[in-house]
């Protein structure tokens, strides 16, 4: 077997240091001087001082590397730009946000949702709707208040007035007060309307339904709000006596004719009735309820001239034509 190979031990050097005194100098004194130093020197060992490293900023190795240094830069005054300039524009947003939230409650909040209409028979509900609440400010129930505040609506053809109430910040009520109208003479091209006292209440140039038309008597004049122009009392006394006894037994007759002799004929559609003159007609008026269904679709003349609560008999004579 080979024996193993030993290292050799390297030894160290020592490194002697070399005076240059004692070359050149040759006296004793010297020598000793250079011998002092020399241990002086291979003795000394310097102090170790520990000092802080400074903490490097990316800032600063910018600086260092460019070659220059930046200005200081004022934070206080660019925060007191920057909140000044969101105070400049947002406070007055929020204003204007606050007033527009108030508006849309407002006009939701006040929006008129529900309308009632009592005591039209003349107009629909709709036209009577459409005439009070003529704009587009009044679907809103405050402004409907403000206009009709303490105000009737005076000026409809055919109606007294209009009274118009809030019930709720979404219901309007309209009440509606009709002129009563019990016929009507067609005069001069036009459609006077009177009442039960014979007063002109209306003037028009339409023919209204179910109001009569008394036809036999001329006028050459005649004024709103005034009696009607009959020289004659008793037919005015006449006419006045009918149309409350067709409105007293809810008759709605066509045309009232009066003769030159005073004799009355009423027309229901296709069927005449001659009343005669104006004996017992409280009587006659009673019984038409009774027999007018039983001429209905038919074209004749209904005799009841002597008609009486004890002689009931009457006779319809069918025209031929």
């Known amino acids: 077997m080979t024996e193993p190979v030993k290292k050799k031990k390297r030894k160290k050097k020592k490194i002697k240091f070399k005076n240059p005194f004692l070359k050149k100098s040759s006296k004793k004194s010297d020598v000793k001087k250079a011998k002092n130093l020399e241990s002086n020197v291979t003795d000394y060992k310097p102090k170790k001082t520990k000092t ?64 009632t209409v009592e005591g039209s028979s003349h107009y629909t509900n709709d036209e009577i709707i ?100 009959v020289e004659n009392s008793d037919v005015f006394d006449s006419i006045l006596t009918v149309t409350k006894l067709l409105n007293k037994y809810n008759l709605n007759a066509d045309i009232i004719y009066f003769g030159e002799a005073g004799e009355i004929t009423i027309f229901f559609g296709e069927a005449r009735v001659s009343i005669g003159d104006t004996s017992n007609l409280d009587e006659k008026f009673m019984a038409l309820p009774m027999i007018l269904p039983s001429l209905e679709g038919k074209k004749g003349v209904l005799h009841m001239e002597k008609y009486t609560a004890k002689n009931a008999d009457v006779v319809f004579n069918i025209d031929t034509d």
């Open 52 to 115: 802080k490293p400074k903490k490097s900023s990316p800032d600063d190795n910018q600086t260092e590397k460019k070659g220059f240094t930046l200005p200081e830069i004022n934070l206080d005054g660019i925060t007191k730009v920057v909140k000044y300039n969101l105070t400049k524009f947002i406070i007055p947003l929020v204003v204007i946000l606050i007033i527009g939230i108030l508006i849309i409650a407002f006009i939701e909040g006040f929006k008129v949702r529900t309308i």
């Open 130 to 229: 459409n005439y009070v609440l003529d704009s587009k400010w009044c679907q809103n129930t405050v402004f409907v208040y403000l206009k009709y505040k303490n105000k009737s609506i005076k000026d409809v053809p055919f109606i007294e007035q209009i009274d118009v109430k809030i019930v709720d910040r979404n219901t309007v009520k309209i009440n509606v007060y009709e002129k009563y109208v019990a016929g009507c003479v067609s005069a001069l091209g036009n459609y006077v309307y009177f009442d039960n006292d014979g007063k002109i209440v209306e003037i028009s140039s339409t023919r209204t339904a179910n109001i009569p038309v008394v036809t036999g008597l001329n006028f050459d004049h005649f004024e709103l709000y005034e009696p009607l122009p």
